[in-house]
């Protein structure tokens, strides 16, 4: 692993972030305290060099912090995003993440048909619908780096919106299909009381979160790029789970026209991935 660009306290925490990304060992005390104190553009810088470090390929982003509860609570204008990796994209056996919580999500998972334009403004729910190629019912699965997982939004940030892995399930639709916006889930973690939600409560529609994403990214001189998957924000909010157990999604529209399922279960031993 090659040695961050700069120095300094952040410096020191993305060095942190990435080798305990590739070991699974817990962030102590001393990099809880540095994260705490970081503004969110700080937080951002973190994540991009503690992603740089693992010197993997951007597959796409993640959103969170997408319902307007959960943004109140952080005392948030917006979501929040995270970067995924090829290798952040699992089979439906994965590692176990650490010994700390371990939580899932389930999420609408979609591809990007074709490279957009930079936009520093958000482009109409149609424009994002027609960006799409392909959406699938997935599950993050998502587990702090830092030895206290009560993180503030920066710290979440910093840790790239702690996720491990997203699991792909059914492929839902072909490009977008409006039923997907009304459809429902429910998140089934094996010997627990299942957790219900909608596509709705990714910021009213599932598009809008995506053309916010958009927009965010094009104030940054950034756009979305063909092929990037889009993990757009949970429809159930954060679950804790138990990884000697399985859990499972269920997503359909109120037609029934629209179904599918995705789970994952947890490989008996902690090998982790080196990305």
Known sequence: MTQAPWTGP??????????????????????????????????????????????????????????????????????????????????PVIARPTDRPVYAEAELLVRIGADLPVMTDPPSPSTMAEAIDRVWLGLEICSSRFADDDLSPAGIVADNGLLHAIVTGDMLAEGWHEGLAEGTVVLQPEGAEPVYGAASAVMGHPLLALGWLAAWLGRRGESLRQNQIIACGSMTGITQIATDKGVTAHFGTPDRTITGTVTTTFAKDKTRSKA
């Open 10 to 91: 952040d410096a020191l925490l993305a060095q942190s972030l990435a080798h305990a990304r590739a070991t699974g060992d817990a962030l102590g005390h001393v990099e809880g305290r540095i994260a705490a104190v970081l503004t969110l553009d700080q937080a951002y810088h973190v994540q991009q060099a503690a992603f740089a470090l693992r010197d993997v390929p951007l597959a796409g982003y993640k959103l969170a912090a997408t319902s307007a509860r959960a943004q109140e609570a952080m005392g948030l204008d917006g979501p929040l995003v995270g970067l995924i990796a090829a290798s952040d994209l699992a089979a």
